[in-house]
């Protein structure tokens, strides 16, 4: 548990200097309910329609979702495109703070 905490400790860091790309694989209502600070919403089902992807290269991404099962497939999908991802699983499990509501997505 103390391990889980360090690790979500070091993800927020890595997120809020701009190291990795956070992206929430829910749907736009999941995500208004509650999600990691400056997490980027980009449901699974945008992801498997979208042709191209607009992130840089260089950029690591890390998904999540609820449980981790979508971010596994958003994993998979963006992997195939050249990026370098990493499926953090689900934010049941995340124990650090939420936002919710987000004034850039209606």
């Not at 809020?16 to 736009?28: A, E, H, M, S």
């Not at 840089?56 to 099962?69: D, L």
Request: charged share 30%.
């Amino acid at each position: 548990h103390k391990d889980m905490l360090m690790n979500q400790t070091k993800i927020l860091k890595a997120v809020r200097n701009q190291d990795v790309l956070l992206i929430d694989v829910r749907t736009k209502e999941a995500y208004l309910e509650g999600y990691i600070p400056k997490a980027v919403l980009y449901p699974l089902s945008e992801i498997q329609r979208a042709k191209t992807f607009e992130f840089p290269k260089n950029q690591t991404i890390f998904v999540y979702c609820r449980s981790g099962r979508r971010s596994g497939i958003a994993r998979k999908i963006l992997k195939k495109h050249g990026y370098k991802v990493k499926n953090i699983g689900g934010i049941i499990k995340w124990r650090l703070e939420i936002e919710k509501g987000n004034p850039f997505v209606k």
